[in-house]
């Protein structure tokens, strides 16, 4: 993340993305396949990370790459091998950003759901940052009821940010600028969506 100063002066926090050229690797039908979709290429992985079956997929494109699908309604005027570039956007487009957020391990309930925890007197030793009852008082028949909130796992889950906005796109370093955050660390693969579809 970075900020630019906007036309009227104010500070603007913008994400930085490195937007690379993606190619078709594969065009779905309705006729064929039951829905109408493309199939994209981008990023790139080591070869011993792809299986056999997606290598052959992709032999003719000649990169080792990261495979993604998007429906679409109209694909006859794409073919497979075409490359999508940075200018399919402009300053101004909404966009839906979708990404791994970053792994946290394993959390308390503080951090994970925003618990209070315990009061900080009246005895409480080492219970400041606990969950507190989860069950019993005749809730649920004294069973710990399903979806209870505890400590475990956090992050590493796909998040969408909706209705980003394209402040400006660089079409000379491949580089997209997009308002506020999104989710996951650097390096992260990233879908861009317009919000329109």
Known sequence: MTQIFREDGKVQPVTVLSVESQA???IKTKEKDGYSAVQLSAGLRKDKNISKPVKGHIKDLGTSSVLK?????????LKVGDKILIDTFVAGDNINISAISKG???QGVVKRHGFHG????HGQKHSEREAGSIGGGGRAGGRVIKGMRMAGRMGSDR???KNLKVVGVDKENNEMMVSGAIPGRRGTLVEIRSAKS
Not at 70 to 75: K, N
């Open 24 to 26: 078709i690797s594969q």
């Open 69 to 77: 699908e998007f429906r679409i309604e109209d694909v006859s005027s």
């Open 104 to 106: 946290k391990g394993f």
């Open 118 to 121: 315990g009061p900080r007197s």
């Open 159 to 161: 998040i969408t940010v």
